[in-house]
């Protein structure tokens, strides 16, 4: 069974940086292709960042330009840096990892980043 657990969101200042971890069980990240969605009060979940198993990194709207994702093969985890925080960076951060060879995805239960202005 896979489970994945996010870590690290809380309430931030606007302009500060912060780090959002995921760590997976019962499946690796690097065979998977991983990432991170986000969904705001009212909003819909879309897309923060991406990265499959051949390291390709690709970021949606809501990402671009002040987000970064990255792996730890060792630790098998996902993280995921914002830097430059703003106010509508406040949603609930969802990771995920795909299996493309059973095409199963597969979510954590999300971690609340809140930004004060």
């Known amino acids: 069974q896979v489970q994945l657990v996010e870590s690290g969101g809380g309430l931030v200042q606007a302009g500060d940086s912060l780090r959002l971890t995921c760590a997976a069980s019962?499946?690796?990240?690097?065979?998977?292709?991983a990432g991170w969605y986000r969904q705001a009060p009212g909003g819909q979940r879309e897309l923060v960042a991406t990265q499959t198993a051949g390291d390709i990194r690709s970021y949606g709207a809501a990402g671009k330009g002040r987000v970064t994702i990255y792996r730890d093969n060792d630790k098998n985890t996902v993280g995921l840096q914002i830097s430059e925080a703003k106010p509508e960076d406040t949603a609930v951060y969802y990771c995920y990892l795909y299996r493309r060879w059973t095409d199963d995805t597969f979510w954590g239960q999300g971690t609340q980043v809140t930004v004060s202005s």
């Open positions: 019962g499946s690796k990240f690097d065979i998977s292709t």
